[in-house]
């Protein structure tokens, strides 16, 4: 009950400060959104704060501090070390696609494709966008460069699956 709890405190405090953000690139919203500080790492360990700061447009399919935690713990710290940084760029990138899509727009799609390569499989069920097996949980985050979707969990490229087998 008490996750539940934080979680929700978490998604309306979040909500409140991403609503009123459209000046702000994709970095500096997830920064001053506050539940994102993992992947704020990970986007610096890997290098990608200058790409995610540019013209863009982007899309981010954005997983929280709770979905990271959730996560593949040793695999997580693993790709923070600086010898894996084209690992932990592939996993970043399956996260982001080029161009705005709205999620009144993925809602119409089965799949869409992240700058890693690959694909990402678009569904809805129950009225809720799911991208793979990741809820969104809040949609179209309007940013300076793009839009922001928040999911539930990390969305993991096949290539890194098969080598966690």
Do not use: C, R
């Not at 609503?19 to 959104?33: F, L, R």
């Not at 996560?71 to 696609?97: A, C, I």
């Amino acid at each position: 009950m008490k996750k539940v709890i934080t979680s929700i405190i978490s998604l309306v405090t979040m909500t409140s400060l991403l609503v009123g953000a459209p000046k702000k690139d994709i970095v500096d919203t997830a920064v001053e959104a506050g539940s994102f500080k993992t992947l704020v790492t990970a986007v610096k360990a890997a290098g990608l704060v200058d790409t995610l700061k540019g013209e863009g447009p982007f899309t981010v399919f954005a997983p929280t501090d709770e979905a990271f935690a959730n996560f593949w713990p040793e695999t997580l710290k693993n790709l923070l070390k600086p010898e894996n940084k084209d690992k932990l760029q592939m996993l970043l990138t399956y996260h982001v696609v080029s161009g705005k899509v709205k999620a009144k727009k993925a809602k119409k799609l089965e799949s869409t494709e992240p700058v890693s390569g690959g694909s990402l499989k678009l569904s809805v069920k129950d009225k809720d966008l799911f991208v793979n097996n990741a809820k969104v949980v809040k949609a179209d985050i309007k940013t300076s460069n793009g839009i922001i979707h928040v999911i539930d969990s990390v969305l993991i490229p096949n290539v890194m699956k098969d080598a966690k087998k």
